[in-house]
């Protein structure tokens, strides 16, 4: 769900009540389209998170730790230059929109005191974070929109701030009659549900769904068919949900179904969801906002920057998958090579029996033990003929090995990029990017470019699981991973789980020495299923064998590695019955 006005109203109360007459710290660009700025205020430092991402543009306070670029953006220096030290005036949202205006008073170069303003504009897309000065001077902005761009507004430098065009709703906040009420919404002409929120600003679908809800109303009804006790029950609960914004009286929750997924958030209670919905009820909107987003923003970002890798892995999966059909069809056609090495050697075997100028050889093939028909050239000599299927058999022949060893290079192309394709369903962190994006450099499959990927496989660690009876389980995150994990943690008597002829992370059981036990070897297997490209089967086999049994192939691909002596089990996919430590 987006923040809709009703939360974003809740934020700027929140905000006004601990930021306000607080001094900038420090200012940080953790990403292109995210600020986090660090407020003091009553001996108490808050962390402000401002982000224009596109899917989930959002403005609160946050606990969650952010990684900085060693090089601040140009923006980040900016406001760096301009505001830190600068003390919070207070925190508007102008209208009900989804805009936050944060104004701030700070000391020029000259020591005069000066006004600024920081506004995000919380708009999906559109969203944008911008700097300005008192007199609404664009001063910067985190994403720069020309008229080529949008032909509504400009946001550039130097050019004057000016709200989003506006489309003619309501500010909920203003005095409404009930007769303006209804006469608003049969102006509509649409079902009540749409019509609340076409009409107000800041009001979302979900708290039209409510509204009805509390009003008693299918909100599927249309405006026209709404009798004056119904539009007085709706214009009520509207009335009634506008007060308690007026006096701040929020209740920010978090609405999960019965497996504890989240499914919205709100400021106000969604007495709609009922029926295996669950309302956890949260003392900050800040802490809803983090708890909401601290999973699906990660997963977000670690999408978008892995998006280039999805499609080179995908572009070059479809060349090889296209390239072996080829080759398959072409190593088919190579089958009868070895009857052209028959006939030649039946001509060469009956080649005084041939006259010049014969079109045909009648004779028996003792490898048959039949009568055949051989076609001749009556223009070459028996000989000729004879060399003429013998080179068409050598030709076909040497086709064969090439094709079988093109082959064979070309299913270990296909199985490498599987298996890199397959570790991006676990990257969890832009450590475990890297590490990929330098394989496939190494590979060139991209662009060469420096990389510290010795600091990126340092930083980016196995899981580590827990068996359910002690024994410590390691699961490779991706190819270089697993080649450190296999070849280099693991001691001789460690053993080492896979998934038979599927692309996957390689397990590796610690034993210190111990005999494992049966609940371990069926936690590993079902791990080494689940982290695999089979993991949303069942009865999925899984080899293991200990690791001095283990070969690594000079030249080979990261991941790939022989074994000749091997158990195999059938598991089920699964992470439930071991512990991530």
Not at 59 to 82: D, G, Q, S
Not at 323 to 330: I, M
Not at 409 to 419: A, G, Q, V, Y
Request: glycine share 4%; charged share 25%; hydrophobic share 35%.
């Amino acid at each position: 769900m987006a923040l809709d006005g009703i939360v974003i109203s809740n934020i700027v109360y929140e905000l006004n009540q601990l930021i306000t007459g607080g001094r900038i710290d420090k200012i940080y660009q953790p990403e292109n389209d995210e600020l986090i700025i660090s407020i003091r205020n009553n001996k108490n430092s808050y962390k402000l998170l401002l982000s224009a991402l596109a899917n989930m543009p959002r403005i609160h306070l946050t606990e969650v730790p952010k990684k900085n670029p060693l090089n601040p953006p140009n923006f980040c220096m900016l406001l760096r230059k301009h505001i830190i030290g600068g003390k919070i005036l207070n925190v508007i949202q102008p209208n009900f929109e989804r805009i936050v205006e944060i104004h701030l008073e700070h000391l020029n170069e000259l020591g005069d005191l000066c006004i600024k303003k920081l506004i995000i504009e919380i708009m999906g897309r559109h969203s944008n974070i911008i700097f300005c000065e008192e007199n609404n001077r664009i001063v910067d902005s985190i994403k720069h929109v020309s008229l080529n761009v949008s032909s509504v507004r400009e946001v550039l430098p130097n050019r004057i701030y000016t709200y989003p065009p506006a489309k003619n709703k309501i500010n909920p906040l203003n005095n409404i009659t009930l007769d303006d009420f209804i006469a608003i919404l049969n102006d509509k002409n649409t079902i009540i549900h749409k019509a609340l929120y076409f009409t107000f600003n800041g009001i979302s679908p979900v708290i039209s769904e409510e509204i009805c809800y509390r009003a008693g109303i299918n909100s599927s009804t249309p405006t026209s068919e709404l009798t004056d006790t119904d539009f007085t029950n709706i214009y009520t609960n509207f009335e009634s949900l506008m007060k308690l914004i007026e006096e701040g009286d929020y209740t920010p929750n978090i609405i999960t179904d019965e497996e504890g997924t989240y499914k919205e958030f709100s400021s106000i209670e969604l007495s709609s969801y009922v029926g295996g919905y669950e309302s956890i009820k949260y003392e900050s909107i800040s802490h809803v906002l983090d708890s909401y987003y601290a999973k699906s923003s990660n997963t977000s970002r670690i999408s978008q920057k892995s998006s280039d890798i999805k499609k080179i892995i995908a572009t070059n999966l479809e060349r090889c998958y296209k390239k072996l059909d080829l080759q398959l069809k072409q190593i088919k056609d190579t089958e009868s090579r070895d009857k052209y090495k028959i006939k030649g050697e039946l001509i060469t075997a009956n080649i005084y029996a041939i006259k010049e100028g014969d079109k045909e050889l009648k004779t028996f093939n003792y490898y048959t033990n039949e009568e055949t028909t051989i076609s001749l050239k009556p223009n070459l000599s028996p000989s000729e003929n004879a060399a003429k299927y013998y080179n068409r058999y050598n030709k076909l022949k040497r086709t064969f090995h090439a094709l079988t060893e093109q082959i064979i290079d070309t299913k270990s192309e296909i199985s490498h990029l599987e298996s890199i394709q397959n570790s991006l369903n676990f990257v969890e962190a832009e450590e475990d990017l890297q590490l990929i994006r330098t394989e496939l450099m190494e590979y060139g499959y991209l662009r060469f470019r420096k990389n510290k990927n010795k600091k990126a496989l340092q930083k980016s660690k196995p899981f580590h699981y827990k068996s359910s009876d002690g024994f410590d389980i390691y699961v490779g995150k991706n190819n270089l991973q697993n080649d450190e994990l296999t070849m280099k943690t693991a001691t001789a008597n460690d053993w080492w789980f896979h998934t038979k002829e599927v692309p996957g992370s390689h397990v590796i059981v610690k034993t210190n020495g111990r005999e494992l036990s049966d609940t371990a070897y069926e936690e590993a297997a079902a791990l080494a299923a689940y982290y695999s490209k089979a993991n949303n089967s069942t009865k999925v086999a899984v080899d293991y064998t200990l690791r001095k049994h283990i070969k690594k192939p000079a030249g080979s691909v990261p991941g790939y590695v022989i074994y000749h002596t091997n158990y195999s089990m059938y598991v089920n996919p699964s992470d439930e019955k071991v512990t991530l430590i």
